[in-house]
């Protein structure tokens, strides 16, 4: 009996400690639609923003309007920041020119704005809480 109850104890202890999560909306605005091709959409954290192929989570979602919603579910409470971009030719990578800028249209959470590079972590971060919902607005550019 003893260890029926200290096991059940171990497990509440356990269910107590399980990892929190929140859930992240990103509404990006400034698709071309007539390009087609794929929203590509990343969650960062501090450490790898915004490296491509080092997101935390990411999302590719077929182009079908002007303005898209991307939903993160169970992301664990934290720190984040979004980027994202129209993957034209659908191939999984941003385009750049010859100094490195983007020739795919993209932006960052915050509607944090690129200048001579992407935007520090500070401008397109989010918290993500426990049990809520978080909205954040991406505008392609």
């Known amino acids: 009996m003893k260890q029926l109850l200290f096991g ?6 356990a ?3 399980a990892q929190q999560t929140g859930r992240l909306v990103v ?3 400034g698709i071309d639609k007539a390009k087609g091709g794929e929203l590509a959409t990343g969650l960062f954290t501090k450490d790898n923003f915004p490296k491509s192929g080092q997101q935390l989570k990411g999302i590719y979602s077929p182009i079908t ?3 898209m919603q991307v939903v993160f579910e169970q992301v664990p409470v934290g720190t984040y920041a979004v980027a994202a ?3 034209t030719d ?3 990578k941003l385009k750049t020119n010859l100094v490195g800028y983007p020739t795919e249209p ?3 959470s915050r509607d944090a704005r690129i200048k001579l590079g992407p935007p520090s972590f500070s401008d397109a971060a989010l918290t993500i809480t426990a049990d809520q919902t978080v909205t954040t607005s991406v505008t392609l550019r």
């Open 8 to 13: 059940i104890a171990i497990f509440f202890c």
């Open 90 to 92: 659908g191939d999984h």
């Open 27 to 29: 509404v990006v605005k």
């Open 106 to 108: 993209m932006g960052f």
């Open 85 to 87: 971009y129209q993957d």
């Open 65 to 67: 309007a002007d303005q």
């Open 15 to 17: 269910a107590s400690h």
